[in-house]
């Protein structure tokens, strides 16, 4: 047997397992625990290397604009992955990040913190991610000298009080059985007058208290866009590309029919429950108070 076939029945047993528990967990209702969603995205990102070697460094389902008027807006990035990044950053204006302190949580396999840390100079730009897989990926694919990753768990962020003027979270939040926990840690770290950029996937039903946990900290709520049709837009586009990338693995097709689903191809669940609204993907922006007038001398 090749290595190549071993990996992947390795791979197939382990995605159908975590897979199975993070499915079904969420079926139930039930809150899945760390060592689930470390296990599930450790092995996403060894199925992604096997499959499609170095070159998936996002894994969110992006943004497309859907008008012409939007068409000419600044969301930058020349993948629909990079753009949900760019959009998320368009809501504080294009230099804002220049010279500042930025985190992203639940960074994955660094593509979005790598962006940001070349098209927008933040002074330094630091991932957390709990797959200790990515990480590592991360570590070495990128060479961007403002740009740092370190394993560490969104519920329980591992930096000094009012150590960032940033925080950005895309498409990692929903997989946080305490996101109480998170939320209160995001306003910890942050700095008087930082912001937190946040966009995720939750369903409908989840909505309500969702938006309660965010609101739970004091600090003023700037924008809430429901950006859930460009997140259609953008799957639509992509998914003939996305579909011939997966068939071309020469995975086995329990494998490829996973990642179909995941990556929300056409006919896949996940698109059609963006489709009937089941589930809703969101932009918010916060800003913790205090921050004042900066003031030139
Ligand atoms: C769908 S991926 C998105 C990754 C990245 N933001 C992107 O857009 O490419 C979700 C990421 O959140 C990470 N994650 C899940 N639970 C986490 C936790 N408790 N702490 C830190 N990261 C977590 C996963 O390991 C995964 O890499």
Known sequence: MTQFARQSLHLTARLVWFGGLVKYGRRLGLSIPKWI???????????????????????????????PDQHSSSAPGNTTS???????????GANALADRDVLEVGSGRGGGANFIAETCQ??????????????????????????Q????????????????????????????????????????????GGHLLLTDCVRATRMPRFRA?????????????????NVIAALIADSD?????????GLPSIIRRHLRELSACAG?????RFQSRALLYTSFCFEKAGGGEIVEV
């Open 82 to 92: 990079l753009r949900l990044y760019g959009s998320l950053v368009d809501m504080l």
């Open 122 to 147: 933040p002074r330094r730009m630091t991932g957390v991610e709990l797959s200790p897989d990515a990480v590592s990926f991360c570590r070495n694919h990128y060479e961007a000298p403002n740009l």
């Open 268 to 272: 896949s669940r996940f698109l059609s």
């Open 213 to 229: 946990a965010l609101h739970s900290q004091p600090w003023a709520a700037h924008q809430e866009t429901d950006i859930t049709d």
């Open 149 to 192: 990753f370190r394993q560490g768990d969104a519920m329980c962020l591992d930096f000094p009080d009012e150590s960032f003027d940033v925080v950005i979270n895309v498409e990692s939040a929903h997989c946080y059985p305490d996101f109480g926990a998170f939320v209160a840690g995001v306003h910890r770290v942050l700095r008087p």
């Open 241 to 249: 590309r996305k579909t011939r990338l997966i068939e071309k693995t």
């Open 37 to 67: 969603m470390r296990g599930w995205f450790n092995t996403v990102s060894q199925v992604t290397v096997l499959g499609l070697g170095e070159e998936v460094t996002c894994l969110n389902y992006g943004y497309a604009d859907t008008t």
